[in-house]
C-alpha cells in the first residue's frame, strides 16, 4: 500500500461551521505533512509531524489545528475560516522528518470551499 | 533559506518533440533537488530527484534532468512528449539540514497533437 489518502474530496463550509480533513497512510511512515494550494499557486508548507508530535507549524492562523492521534493518522480541524483559506490541503508522508531528501507521497487533496 | 525559480508559468509542445523545462535555485550550499507532477486536482508524484553523485538524474515515465552547479540548475528534460504528459510540473528544493521543501511556482505543460 503506497497510498496517502484523504476524505473529503471536496467540502463546502461557512464561516461558523466547524469541519475536520482526515488523511491516512499505512506505509509505517513517521512524518506526516499539511500543504496549502491555492489555485495556480505551488503547495505551501503548513504542518509537519513526527512521530506523532507537531515539529513545525509555519506561523498558520489558530483556526487551522492539526491533531495527529496516531502514526497513521492526520486531521487538520477546521473552524471559523475565512474566504480566503478555500484552496486544495494536500496532505503527505514520508519515512522520517530531519532529512529533506525524503520522499513524499501526496495524497489527492481536499478542495475546500469556504462561503 | 533556499528558493527556487521556474521561469516558464507555460509551455506548449507538440507530441513527440522533447521536451526541456527549467529550475533554478538559490541556495549557499548543494541542495537537496526534485521534480514533482501535478495532474488537475490531484496530488503530486515524485518524477526524480537529486542528492550527490551523477549530475544526470533518470526518473519515472521516461524523464531526465540534470544538475549545473555552475548554473544553478537543475533542468527537467523528455526526448519525446507523450499527450499523457500534460500537467503542472514543480521544481523542489530542500536544504540539507532541516525538512522544509520549497517549491516553485510551477510550469503547466500543455501537448498538442
Known amino acids: 500500500d503506497t497510498e496517502v489518502t484523504q476524505t473529503p474530496k471536496h467540502l463546502v463550509m461557512g464561516m461558523t461551521n466547524k469541519k475536520s480533513l482526515k488523511c491516512e497512510q499505512h506505509m509505517g511512515h513517521r512524518a506526516m505533512y499539511w500543504y496549502k494550494q491555492k489555485a495556480k499557486k505551488p503547495p505551501e508548507l503548513m504542518f509537519v509531524y513526527s512521530y506523532e508530535k507537531l515539529s513545525i507549524n509555519e506561523s498558520v492562523p489558530s483556526r487551522f489545528s492539526p491533531e495527529c492521534p496516531n502514526s497513521s493518522l492526520l486531521n487538520l480541524h477546521l473552524h471559523a475560516l475565512q474566504p480566503e483559506d478555500s484552496a486544495l490541503y494536500l496532505c503527505?508522508?514520508?519515512?522520517?522528518?530531519?532529512?529533506?531528501?525524503?520522499?513524499?507521497?501526496f495524497g489527492s487533496g481536499t478542495q475546500l470551499s469556504v462561503l | 533559506a533556499q528558493s527556487v525559480t521556474q521561469p516558464d508559468i507555460h509551455i506548449t509542445v507538440s507530441e513527440g518533440a522533447s521536451l526541456e523545462l527549467r529550475c533554478n535555485y538559490s541556495?549557499?550550499?548543494?541542495?537537496?533537488l526534485f521534480w514533482y507532477v501535478q495532474s488537475p486536482g490531484q496530488g503530486l508524484q515524485l518524477l526524480l530527484k537529486y542528492f550527490s553523485g551523477d549530475t544526470l538524474v533518470q526518473g519515472i515515465k521516461g524523464f531526465e534532468a540534470e544538475f549545473k552547479r555552475s548554473q544553478s540548475s537543475f533542468n527537467l528534460r523528455k526526448p519525446s512528449v507523450h499527450w499523457s504528459d500534460a500537467a503542472e510540473y514543480f521544481c523542489?528544493?530542500?536544504?540539507?539540514?532541516?525538512?522544509?521543501?520549497?517549491f516553485g511556482a510551477g510550469t503547466i505543460l500543455r501537448v498538442k497533437s
Open positions: 503527505a508522508s514520508s519515512r522520517s522528518e530531519g532529512a529533506a531528501n525524503e520522499k513524499l507521497f
Open positions: 523542489a528544493v530542500g536544504a540539507r539540514y532541516g525538512n522544509k521543501l520549497v
Open positions: 541556495y549557499g550550499a548543494t541542495p537537496y
